[in-house]
């Protein structure tokens, strides 16, 4: 016994002095932030792009707080809803907007819920991605500038049109309210250009995207939230809907992205209502200065829209048009083109 017992508590007392030492030395993870995330409040000297009245907030039981680390959700626990159907949406009925607080999905679509790509430069930015998107001040507002792109619940939920009708209303009913969203995005705004120096000097893909979708927020929120008088329906929905891709392109014009130069536009009401919004963002010099997304690809779609659709159908001579394709980046003309293509065509099936 004794032969067999004393090289096990050899062993035992060795295993344990190995365990103690590397604790002591193991390094502790940094839990400091570069930035404070939480009580984001309304500063006068923030920017603000107002067109239009706010809607009254909603106030909705189980609300965000800013002071919340973690998102709750609008509604009560509810059921899980199917993110696809299998009926083509070109086929599905386009339900009108609802009359009350409709059930949200639960979670609630996020921005890069598929992953952020570690392609950064900085330890500042990386963080700020991480910790951006984790806050309550920017999850609770639902930013369909940057839900549109880099969202893929959102992207799958277009091929349900009753989940995108309740997803559209949740992203226009925020708690928080639509002032105090856009002073957050504000915020989120110039935060970004600090952290992330390096990145947007470099022209750092999603860095460049994700400044272009922050500045849109506003300019987004007042298309998407658009409804068609004549069917009471979510103007994005009638787009997402159509078999003609072209319309959804109108909502992706502030992100750099633009409308095909082969494509055919269906001259609808809801487009000519959109680039409506367009064109009195780009009159408005304070506020366009911040729309560089849409000051790069406004003037080539105006122009084609009128070719198709008559002079009334959109404002031309307001777009930069010294940014041509030849001028952006390439990441700019192939890469988001061909993914938001895809995400279209692929819904519209």
Not at 231 to 245: D, E
Not at 251 to 275: D, E, F, H, N, Q
Request: glycine share 4%; aromatic share 8%; charged share 10%.
């Amino acid at each position: 016994m004794a032969v067999i017992l004393i090289p096990l508590l050899v062993i035992c007392i060795t295993a344990r002095i190995g365990y103690v030492s590397s604790r002591a030395v193991e390094p502790q993870p940094n839990l400091e932030l570069p930035l404070s995330w939480h009580g984001i409040k309304e500063d006068s000297s923030w920017r603000h792009h107002k067109r239009q009245p706010e809607p009254e907030p909603q106030t909705v039981s189980g609300g965000l707080s800013l002071s919340s680390a973690a998102p709750t959700s609008t509604t009560a626990a509810a059921s899980p809803t199917p993110s696809s159907s299998s009926i083509p949406v070109s086929l599905q009925p386009i339900p009108t907007v609802p009359s009350a607080p409709p059930t949200l999905p639960t979670p609630f679509p996020q921005t890069f819920d598929a992953g952020i790509a570690q392609n950064f430069s900085s330890i500042s930015c990386s963080n700020f991605f991480a910790n951006m998107t984790n806050s309550a001040p920017y999850r609770s507002c639902r930013p369909f500038s940057v839900l549109l792109e880099n969202s893929a619940a959102f992207i799958n939920a277009q091929s349900n049109l009753t989940l995108m009708n309740s997803i559209i209303w949740g992203t226009c009913n925020t708690t928080l309210g639509l002032s105090q969203c856009e002073a957050n995005m504000d915020w989120f705004t110039d935060a970004l250009q600090t952290a992330c120096t390096e990145e947007l000097k470099d022209n750092n893909a999603m860095t460049v995207a994700t400044l272009k979708a922050l500045q849109a927020f506003s300019i987004m929120y007042d298309v998407a939230c658009q409804v068609d008088p004549t069917s009471n329906t979510y103007c994005y929905l009638n787009a997402v809907s159509n078999s003609n891709p072209v319309d959804s392109y109108y909502y992706a014009l502030p992100l750099g992205i633009p409308v095909p130069s082969s494509a055919v536009p269906t001259c609808s009401t809801c487009s000519k209502s959109v680039m409506g919004v367009y064109s009195a963002a780009l009159e408005n010099s304070t506020e366009a200065s911040q729309l560089s997304g849409l000051q790069e690809t406004y003037e080539a779609t105006a122009k084609l829209t009128v070719q198709y659709c008559g002079a009334s159908f959109a404002t031309t001579g307001l777009g930069s048009s010294a940014m041509s394709s030849l001028m952006r980046p390439s990441w700019m003309v192939t890469g988001s083109l061909a993914i938001f293509a895809s995400v279209l065509l692929g819904s519209a099936l």
